[in-house]
């Protein structure tokens, strides 16, 4: 017994000293945008600003306000009303006839074999002039400057697909735990830094900025490669990558802010319909993953409390390291790094939100996503 124990605590040790410590490494060495000075009129090309909104109406007025003010000289914003059952739709109508750079577009029927996002998206596309393409939220805040930095990192690098990492603002102990774990496994599991090597496997999109040339997008397949995949923000990052174009990430912090979702409960239960489906709706995936969290970031702390020897010293330098790099990643989402000792605790969560997701989207044998119920097995078929 003593053994396997030994040797469980060594392979977590060996973990975090190899995958973590690189992909911390990596985070370190991701560009900011804010180092990179705004680019001149003459280096700007039409950007068109492309998002879908369905029943946003609490958080879209906010976020219009911050695109009108964007300081570009060539933009214009396509909006997609999505079928909203809210005054979603009047807003947007309304400021467009402020605003002549805001086109709206309003969706009535959805057509099958599609998801609501990726269709909303495909006709903003299809709406827009630019010869670069921004994919962002309804409910996302940016800094007037933003599409001038994105620019000049995007050319200085030689980037066709730009996804910039932004602020998200958290309220409270229980969304700053939960957030603060997520943001760390998201940078374990995509390893951002590695995106722009051609020969990693490695891929990121987020669904609050996504910049990318036009030729990339339409040789990629657009979202109709995307059409039934929930989470199509990392696959529009998956496709980019692997039709050739040159990929890369970034850190905007407040030059891109979005509030998730409010309050712990309304965190779980609106990821319920993706975590599921980031392990590509596989069960003995869900089981690997649910495991692989405990055992990597809870069990070290159990290690070191009840565990002797080399044991104990496995596990030691197994929490460190994991305690370090979720203070990195508090201290790049601007909060308290003392937030990085409630790490097992977000583990704890994150599995539950995780295996939650599972067992609601098997018992409805699919996902209700926009008020429309998508089976499981054409979900399934859909995933890229």
């Known amino acids: 017994m003593h053994l396997l124990g030994l040797v469980l605590f060594g392979l977590i040790a060996f973990f975090w000293l190899t995958r973590g410590i690189r992909v911390a490494y990596g985070a370190i060495r991701l560009p900011w945008i804010k180092d990179f000075a705004p680019a001149s009129d003459a280096d700007c090309p039409r950007i068109s600003i492309l998002f879908a909104a ?26 997609i009303d999505d079928r909203s059952q809210d005054s979603t739709g009047r807003i947007l109508d309304e400021f467009a006839a402020a605003h002549p750079g805001l086109r709206v577009v309003h969706i009535a029927h959805l057509p099958s074999g599609w998801l609501g996002k990726p269709h909303a998206l495909l006709k903003a596309y299809e709406a827009s002039t630019g010869d670069w393409l921004l994919f962002t939220d309804a409910d996302v805040r940016f800094k007037p400057d933003v599409l ?36 760390m496994v998201f940078h374990i599991a995509t390893d951002p830094y590695r995106v722009t090597n051609p020969n990693s496997r490695a891929y990121i999109g987020v669904g609050a900025f996504q910049l990318l040339k036009r030729a990339a997008y339409e040789a990629s397949g657009t979202h109709r490669r995307l059409a039934m995949e929930v989470v199509d923000d990392m696959k529009l990052g998956k496709i980019v990558k692997q039709s050739g174009f040159r990929s890369g990430a970034g850190v905007a912090q407040d030059f891109v802010v979005v509030r998730w979702h409010a309050g712990i409960g309304n965190l779980i239960r609106g ?52 305690l370090c790099f979720h203070a990195g990643v508090d201290i790049g989402l601007r909060v308290s790094p003392l937030y990085a000792f409630t790490h097992p605790l977000g583990a704890i969560l994150f599995s539950y939100m995780l295996l939650r997701s599972t067992v609601v989207t098997l018992k ?19 995933v890229v």
């Open 54 to 79: 369905r029943d946003e109406e609490e958080k879209l007025p906010a976020a219009l306000v911050t695109l009108m003010e964007i300081d570009y000289p060539d933009v214009e914003v396509v909006a």
């Open 148 to 183: 001038r930095r994105a620019i000049a990192l995007a050319k200085a690098r030689n980037l066709e697909h730009l996804t910039l990492m932004g602020d998200v603002e958290m309220v409270g102990f229980w969304e700053t735990v939960l957030i603060t774990f997520f943001g």
């Open 271 to 322: 990821v319920t319909k993706n975590f599921f489906a980031g392990v590509g709706y596989s069960v003995p995936l869900v089981a690997i993953a649910v495991i692989g969290l405990l055992l990597m970031n809870v069990a070290p702390v159990l290690g070191v409390f009840f565990g002797h020897e080399w044991i104990r010293i496995f596990a030691a330098t197994a929490l460190v390291i994991a």
């Open 364 to 382: 409805q044998g699919g996902i209700i996503w926009r008020d429309t119920f998508y089976p499981l097995e054409d979900l399934k078929r859909g």
